[in-house]
């Protein structure tokens, strides 16, 4: 069982802890990222390829992929989350709820088979409990085309009580912009083999270890 | 009419309007905002205006600006035209227009020639078609984006050495911007 297999991290009563609350708003944070570079490399040369985008509209996201020939399909998947599972009770226990797991997987997953030649899925999934967190990386796998891939980030500090969750701007092929939107406490902590486990169905799994603790990971269905 | 007047001139009440009251107004015939001739001419006026206490299950064909701020169940067709969706504006209905600005409500596929332009606090749920998007960061954005290129006006076809000859002999007669004519002579002839 998943649940097994990937280690958890103690959990709070709710996965959301407050966001910072400072005078300034945040700003965001340019890096490098292999991962979304070698996503990118996937789509070289290819045109009129349709991106699926978890980390909500944004200009730059929008503006990058239209201009390379390609369709995406936007939504904020956290969002997502937090109207299926936020309101009444725990935000983890909550996604045990089978109608609301449901609700969230209709919303966030609901296309048809082979839509999309490509998934920027950032680091949405760690926040997902690990039935439900199956659930969508099997729903993934028949949304996405044979050899298209799907990047994601999975924070990788095991001892660390809270994750930042970002929003992801690309900048261009090789960078991309972070903004702070909150510091959240992981659901699970995940490591290279609980990776591959978790993406067993895919053709490969090839892991990016960054300085800044954050496990960039690219799935090639 | 409906479109032109000031919304406060539409009573939330229309039970207590001592005349006929338009809102809000349920239609399932096509409406127009077709200027009638005893009415002064669009270019004199501003768009026109459906108020936020106006409701309207139909379609809606315009043949100017328009700027929504109610309630829309239906289909809104502007072909030539702006779509203003104000903030209290809000419309399940498939949207074509040439430019769209969302400031409040679409739940529905927008088709937009030109752009469309979703503003900070705007909701869109479904799909897009649009030469060019603007989206301010805190709108919300459900659905796929297709960027519609416009066609690159086709270049000459490179003319057969055939018609290179015939082309060159037609030029040579001193006609310069013939160039095309010319070549499509030269293709029938060869037939």
């Known amino acids: ?221 | 009419m409906w479109n032109k007047k000031k919304e406060e001139e539409y009573p939330p009440k229309p039970a207590s309007a001592p005349a006929p009251a338009p809102s809000p107004a349920k239609e399932n015939a096509p409406m127009s905002t077709n200027p009638i001739l005893s009415h002064p001419a669009p270019e004199s006026r501003g768009p026109a205006i459906i108020g936020k206490s106006v409701m309207i299950k139909g379609q809606i064909f315009s043949r100017e600006d328009l700027t929504i701020d109610g309630e829309i169940d239906g289909s809104v067709e502007l072909h030539e035209h702006r779509l203003t969706v104000g903030p209290n504006g809000k419309l399940q209905a498939g949207v074509k227009a040439r430019e769209v600005v969302v400031l409040g409500t679409i739940h529905g596929n927008v088709e937009a020639s030109d752009k469309i332009d979703i503003r900070k606090d705007a909701k869109l749920v479904g799909d897009i078609k649009t030469a060019r998007i603007v989206i301010e960061d805190g709108a919300y954005f459900k659905g796929s984006i297709d960027i519609a290129r416009p066609e690159a006006s086709k270049p000459a076809p490179a003319p057969a050495p055939a018609l290179s000859k015939s082309s060159a002999a037609a030029n040579s007669g001193g006609n310069a911007s013939a160039g095309t004519p010319t070549a499509a002579a030269a293709g029938d002839s060869s037939r």
């Open chain 1, 1 to 221: 069982m998943l649940k097994d297999r990937l280690r958890s991290v103690q959990l709070a009563p709710s996965l959301h802890s407050p966001p910072k609350k400072s005078g300034a708003p945040a700003l965001p944070q340019n890096r490098s990222s292999h991962g979304l570079e070698q996503f990118f490399s996937s789509l070289q040369d290819q045109e009129s390829l349709s991106i699926l985008d978890f980390s909500g509209a944004s200009q730059a996201n929008i503006s990058f992929i239209t201009s390379m020939g390609h369709r995406i399909y936007s939504n904020d998947v956290m969002r997502s989350m937090e109207e299926a599972f936020g309101s009444g009770g725990d935000f983890v226990a909550n996604q045990s709820d089978p109608e609301r797991a449901a609700a969230f997987l209709r919303e966030s997953l609901d296309f048809p088979e082979r839509s999309f030649d490509g998934a920027l899925i950032w680091d949405t999934l760690q926040f997902l409990a690990p039935a439900l967190l199956q659930d969508t990386v099997d729903r993934l796998f028949r949304t996405l085309r044979p050899q298209s891939s799907l990047l994601a980030f999975f924070h990788a500090e095991e001892k660390a009580e809270s994750a930042p969750l970002y929003t992801y701007r690309i900048v261009d092929t090789k960078n991309m912009s972070l903004t702070p939107r909150n510091q959240v406490r992981p659901v699970q902590y995940f490591n290279n083999r609980s990776l591959e486990k978790l993406f067993q169905k895919y053709h490969s799994v090839k892991f990016f270890l960054t300085r800044d603790h954050l496990r960039e990971v690219i799935v090639r269905r």
